[in-house]
Nanobody, 122 residues
């Protein structure tokens, strides 16, 4: 059974940094695209960024230059480094894993974590 568990969320002030982790178990995800999404209250879940098995990454425009995704395949873990956080980054953050090429579409991801709350105060 596959489990994906996010951690590292919390309450921070604008301009601060946080690093989220997502540990996967139940199968090896080294060849999977590992994505991050977020959902703010009353809004749709939106794409944040994705890291492919070869290290290729791309990001939503709203986080480009501030957020960085990395992965440690030996640990089956993906990270989201978030710098220069803004109040509008407040959301529940989800990691997801999907086979094939990276995508910003939620439908392309088969496995999801339960989410971790990130709150940025101004």
């Amino acid at each position: 059974q596959v489990h994906m568990v996010e951690s590292g969320g919390g309450l921070v002030q604008a301009g601060d940094s946080l690093r989220l982790s997502c540990a996967a178990s139940g199968r090896t995800f080294s060849t999977y695209a590992m994505g991050w999404f977020r959902q703010a209250p009353g809004k749709e879940r939106e794409f944040v960024g994705v890291c492919w098995s070869g290290g290729y990454t791309y990001y939503a425009d709203s986080v480009k230059g501030r957020f960085t995704i990395s992965r440690d395949n030996a640990k089956n873990t993906v990270y989201l480094q978030m710098n220069s956080l803004k109040p509008e980054d407040t959301a529940v953050y989800y990691c997801a894993a999907g086979p094939g090429t990276p995508s910003s579409s939620r439908s392309r991801y088969d496995y999801w974590g339960q989410g971790t709350q990130v709150t940025v105060s101004d």
